[in-house]
């Protein structure tokens, strides 16, 4: 959980140095992702509940809960 964490930390800071060296603002990408995630906003849900159910049964099943 923590490498994951790492990556998506590491992920999110390059997106933003990234943004801010091309003539815009740290947060240019993330708004562009927000107008995004707002203009379908059922997809973003489905899929939200989609890996939030695979990944707790992928915790359950890596502690012998199955």
Do not use: C, K, P
């Amino acid at each position: 959980m923590g490498q994951a964490l790492f990556a998506v930390g590491f992920v999110a800071i390059f997106l933003a140095l990234f943004g801010s060296t091309e003539h815009n603002d740290m947060f240019y990408l993330y708004r562009g992702l927000g107008e995004w995630m707002a203009s379908r906003m059922e997809l973003v849900i489905g899929s939200s509940i989609l890996i939030l159910v695979a990944g707790f049964y992928y915790w359950r099943m890596q502690g012998g809960d199955f």
